[in-house]
């Protein structure tokens, strides 16, 4: 029964994938597996994509022994060989590894470094004793409509702050661009495509079924109760209605075409 179960999974996590996917969402996450009867961590690498009907699919689940440009480029390469095409846009977090894989592998595509991670590495770069209003304006900053206006803002907000968070202020500086590609997208695709929290949603889901488990007996026992969820939240994707109306982003398209002509 397993072995035809585990078949079953197999199939679907590797399928051939025909249609494009314009959007990429991709993350991490790990799990305690006893391999050869040591326990070690497992990174569940996931990749979620947006097709031109506007819906989610479940791309891959694959494991790997850690996050790093190899297991990453592996994983993204295994998606090309099964069809992958179109990637116009990829959301991820900044985690070195998998930022080389994508530009190696997904280089016409351009990448957004999801916001919440961002705002969560902030909070490295400020003394245990400070002012949450500086984090919570930082926050804000996503929720203006043009690129004209966010970047305004963040230029009052590093002269608001500078003075007193110049450590926390020049790493904004350094890296905050790296945030806002999603205002290229259009406006009614911001909200979704600025961050990772669909797919956070979804591991969610999955760190509250494996927390029964906690450790795994080994790499196929894990790999086999994640790909199960994975075809459930598939199929309730399929179900549901439409995630994104892919309509503005082929008249967001169509506009560029006419700027360049």
Not at 3 to 17: H, I, N, S, V
Not at 71 to 94: A, I, P, T
Request: hydrophobic fraction near 40%; glycine fraction near 4%; charge should be positive.
């Amino acid at each position: 029964m397993v072995k035809k179960l585990d078949g079953e999974l197999a199939r679907f996590a590797r399928r051939r994938l025909q249609e494009p996917f314009p959007y990429l969402v991709l993350d991490a996450r790990y799990e305690k597996v006893r391999i050869d009867s040591v326990i070690q961590s497992q990174a569940v690498l996931i990749a979620v994509g947006i097709d031109w009907e506007g819906r989610r699919q479940v791309l891959s689940v694959e494991l790997a022994n850690r996050e790093s440009r190899s297991s990453w480029r592996e994983f993204l390469m295994g998606l090309k060989e099964r069809g992958l095409h179109g990637v116009e846009f990829v959301v991820s977090d900044d985690h070195e590894g998998l930022k080389k894989a994508i530009a190696e592998c997904l280089s016409g595509a351009a990448w957004q470094r999801c916001y919440v991670h961002f705002l969560r590495n902030a909070i490295d770069h400020l003394p245990r004793k400070r002012d949450d209003d500086c984090l919570q304006e930082l926050r804000w900053l996503y929720d203006r409509r043009q690129l004209k206006e966010a970047k305004a803002d963040i230029k009052a907000w590093i002269e608001k702050w500078q003075a007193r968070y110049c450590k926390l202020v020049a790493w904004v500086e350094d890296n905050i661009e790296e945030t806002l590609t999603y205002y290229r997208l259009p406006l009614a695709h911001h909200r979704n495509m600025k961050s990772t929290n669909m797919l956070e949603r979804f591991n969610e889901e999955i760190r509250r079924r494996t927390r029964v488990v906690r450790i795994f007996p080994n790499e196929a026992s894990c790999l086999r109760l994640v790909r199960a969820l994975a075809v459930e939240q598939h199929e309730r994707w399929q179900e549901d209605h439409r995630y994104l109306n892919m309509t503005f982003l082929k008249e967001a398209q169509r506009e560029r075409l006419k700027t360049a002509a």
